[in-house]
């Protein structure tokens, strides 16, 4: 049991020590807007937050249509991208939060992309 335990301690240590150098890695830059996303077992939201903390748009993939987990992903990426272009916001600094870059990170920052957003 011990060897679970400390199994899944060094995954949550690893989880936080990526976020930790992707936060300040980002916030070096000091850029003007940054898509954060977050991901559960389920779902994947983003918000887009500016350089003084406000939180300008967010997003979910809750109701939109796909397959599977990934495509949803890809989907709601194109469909956030045409909301930040009606706010008149073309560039954004993607920040995974930690989370590895593929799967349905990669496909909603795909999905951003192809809508026409600067990442």
């Known amino acids: 049991m011990t060897y679970?335990?400390?199994?899944l301690l060094?995954?949550?240590r690893k989880y936080l020590r990526r976020k930790q150098r992707?936060?300040?890695?980002?916030?070096?830059?000091h850029p003007e807007y940054r898509?954060?996303?977050?991901k559960s077992n389920l779902y994947v939201s983003v918000e887009v937050i500016a350089a003084n903390?406000?939180?300008?748009?967010?997003c979910s993939?809750?109701?939109v249509a796909g397959a599977t987990k990934t495509e949803r992903a890809h989907n709601?990426?194109?469909t956030f991208a045409e909301t930040l272009k009606s706010k008149k916001i073309d560039k954004v600094t993607f920040?995974?939060?930690?989370?590895?870059?593929h799967g349905r990170v990669k496909a909603f920052a795909e999905g951003l992309r192809q809508g026409g957003i600067v990442l």
Do not use: W
Not at 4 to 7: D, I, V
Not at 35 to 38: D, E, H, L, T, W
């Open 4 to 7: 679970l335990k400390n199994k």
């Open 10 to 12: 060094e995954k949550q």
């Open 22 to 29: 992707v936060n300040t890695q980002i916030k070096l830059t």
């Open 35 to 38: 898509a954060v996303i977050s």
């Open 53 to 58: 903390g406000n939180t300008l748009a967010s």
């Open 61 to 63: 993939d809750k109701g």
């Open 76 to 78: 709601a990426g194109l």
């Open 95 to 101: 920040d995974r939060n930690g989370y590895l870059y």
